[in-house]
């Protein structure tokens, strides 16, 4: 038996666990804003604004629009920070810089439940926390890819972070629940209790966290020849097989693992840059349903009837629920064909036609309507969860960097940070457009995930060619001949 195999798989667990509930914490607190909106905003029936309800300065015809804005300051700054987030992850201590977004996320997100209770009602105050929060919780992504990536291997990689990333679903479902219930009390109260929820779990993570195997003395097999690991930390792949293609970029400058990589030589490498964009459109689709759907729900009839802001805050969950599953779903399949762009593609193609029948036919029944919800979740979830663990990691840590783990948290806030640019502008035109009538919106999300598709063809191509290269995949070779 190996004499590490025990406490590494202990460790192994306990990381996973650890900062599974940091990022669904990190949700949870992300998720009143979309909750509170149809209370914030004014009532619309029909294409029109009828009336001049809820909180100044988001009420009035010009209330959705303000809204929209407000999605915009947060994700941009969520955007902005990744880039510098990934940079600073590579070079401090990732305990403290995680305990720290998270801290600073709770605290603002409770500010600006403050304002309710203080009688706020001016955009830029709402606009300046929301800023300030946004630059917080861009910290929290590197840090836990990072930490993950330096406890697991690429072997079933798709499968562990496709299961692992079902935190952002989680938190979600917690952040809408927790949110929802207490709204009647206030809608200040749905933004205290999850920023109180996520500083209690920043206290977990500063305390129990360990952020790789050499923090705890244990020295990975074949660590320093840059090849993978299995949960025993003994090597996958013999030293021979460490590089691919010539001469890595660490080798050729001498670097080692503790060296991190620059930025724009990390766009540089092969599949960054397609999917990066590929999660632009990707995340738009996501985070416009993560911040407007209980919008949506609310002031579209199911069965003809108009549901409550509690109800279709909760309701809304049902997305969050199918995203778990094709968050794993995607992963599983990933991991089995050997093929992340693939995979990728085949959800996105599928979830065109989804979000057709969910704006066509979910406002027919509540099962149609729940039904349709969760398939949406499944299939729009799937790629964007896949790219921003698994493939991310994979990116990251491919062999033509030779095994620089420093470079992990770079290559994951360059995809996860231009996929956020995509994030803040979806909620912002979806506040504009929803004012025109929501089939603008449908449309607008069927478009994103299109050329989502696309721009991976080239990287699905050649994934194929590399299969039949192999070997592998014979049967598609007998096909197209």
């Not at 993950?148 to 952040?175: D, P």
Request: hydrophobic share 50%.
């Amino acid at each position: 038996m190996p004499p590490h195999k025990t406490p590494l798989i202990t460790h192994q667990i306990a990381a996973l666990l650890i900062t599974f509930a940091a990022y669904a914490a990190f949700h949870a607190s992300r998720k009143p804003p979309s909750i509170v909106k149809s209370v914030l905003g004014p009532e619309i029936h029909g294409p029109n604004i009828t009336n001049d309800t809820g909180w100044a300065p988001f009420n009035g015809p010009l209330g959705p629009h303000r809204l929209g804005e407000l999605d915009l300051a947060f994700l941009s700054a969520y955007s902005i920070g990744m880039y510098f987030s990934g940079q600073i992850g590579d070079r401090i201590d990732l305990r403290l810089f995680l305990t720290i977004g998270m801290v600073g996320s709770g605290l603002f997100t409770v500010i600006f439940g403050l304002g309710y209770f203080w009688g706020v009602h001016y955009l830029g105050f709402y606009v300046i926390v929301q800023v300030v929060c946004g630059v917080f919780q861009s910290i929290g992504w590197p840090c836990v890819v990072s930490i993950v990536g330096n406890w697991f291997g690429k072997s079933k990689r798709g499968l562990i972070m496709g299961v692992w990333n079902s935190h952002t679903s989680v938190g979600n479902i917690i952040g809408s629940i927790v949110a929802s219930s207490v709204l009647g009390l206030g809608w200040g109260w749905s933004f205290v209790l999850p920023g109180g929820i996520i500083m209690l779990v920043a206290v977990l993570v500063f305390k129990f966290l360990v952020v790789g195997p050499r923090d705890v003395g244990l020295e990975l097999a074949g660590e320093e020849e840059g090849v993978e690991m299995n949960s025993e930390g003994m090597s996958l792949v013999g030293p021979e097989d460490g590089l691919e293609g010539g001469v890595g970029v660490g080798e050729a400058e001498g670097a080692d693992s503790a060296v991190a990589i620059g930025f724009l030589e990390a766009w540089r490498l092969p599949g960054v840059a397609p999917f990066a964009f590929c999660l632009f459109f990707s995340k738009l689709v996501a985070y416009t349903f993560l911040y407007w759907l209980p919008f949506y729900i609310r002031h579209t009839a199911v069965a003809g009837v108009h549901l409550s802001h509690k109800t279709a805050g909760i309701l809304s969950t049902i997305f969050d629920v199918g995203g778990v599953v094709g968050g794993i779903l995607a992963g599983c399949i990933s991991d089995m064909i050997e093929a992340r762009a693939i995979t990728s593609v085949a959800f996105l193609l599928l979830s065109v036609p989804t979000l057709v029948f969910y704006r066509i036919y979910g406002s027919i029944s509540m099962l149609s309507n729940v039904s349709l919800m969760f398939l949406s979740g499944l299939l729009v979830n799937g790629p964007y969860s896949l790219i921003t663990t698994a493939v991310a990691a994979d990116l990251g840590t491919q062999s033509l960097i030779s095994g620089n783990s420093r470079a992990l948290a770079t290559v994951t806030a360059i995809i996860d940070g231009t996929g956020s640019a995509g994030a803040a502008l979806g909620p912002l035109l979806a506040g504009y457009i929803s004012t025109r009538g929501w089939n603008s919106v449908f449309f607008m999300l069927i478009l994103s995930l299109s050329i989502a598709g696309l721009l991976l063809l080239h990287v699905v191509k050649s994934e194929i060619k590399g299969k039949l290269n192999e070997g592998k995949w014979l049967w598609l070779s007998r096909i197209s001949h």
